[in-house]
């Protein structure tokens, strides 16, 4: 688990980087598909991630709106303020988290039961889902995107 994880943290780092080299008013425009910008992107993942993991804990979810985040550098700051709480659930995790259930109640009141597992796995792939995104986006502005590729990330170290 915490390789994928730890693959969306570098990625998610590197599009900063990238959004550092991009005139602001590329990444706060209204862009088809997604969530709307740039950025809003960046802080959707941010905090659909985090969410997610405090849900899981039984925690109280974030309630910010993207307004009073509308810069690379306040989107940032909350990554690095949302990060600890999540890679320390991340670090905690083990196989007997995996079958655990989780009661999500429906805004009309409908009870869905979840694996903790799967939702984790779709904290990962939601994220992937949306890098995809900025890609597309990267290559309408005509500028190289990240590469999404795992491999050459060194996340698992081989053998001697």
Known sequence: ?????????????QWYEW????????????RTGGVG???????????????????LQGKSDFQESFENYKTLE????????F??????????WDESMETRSFFDTQPNGK?????????MRHVI?????????????ARELGKKPVSANLIGKRLIKPRE
């Open 1 to 13: 688990m915490r390789t994928f994880f730890e693959y969306n943290w570098i990625v998610r780092e």
């Open 19 to 30: 959004c550092a080299e991009v005139p602001y008013d590329e990444l706060i425009r209204p």
């Open 37 to 55: 910008s740039i950025l809003q992107t960046l802080f959707h993942i941010v905090d659909v991630e985090w969410s997610w993991i405090r849900s």
């Open 74 to 81: 306040k989107v940032m700051q909350l990554d690095r303020t």
């Open 83 to 92: 990060r600890p709480e999540v890679e320390g659930f991340v670090d905690s």
């Open 111 to 119: 009870v869905d039961v979840d694996a903790w597992g799967e939702v």
């Open 125 to 137: 792939a939601h994220e992937i889902h949306h890098i995809g995104q900025l890609s597309i986006w």
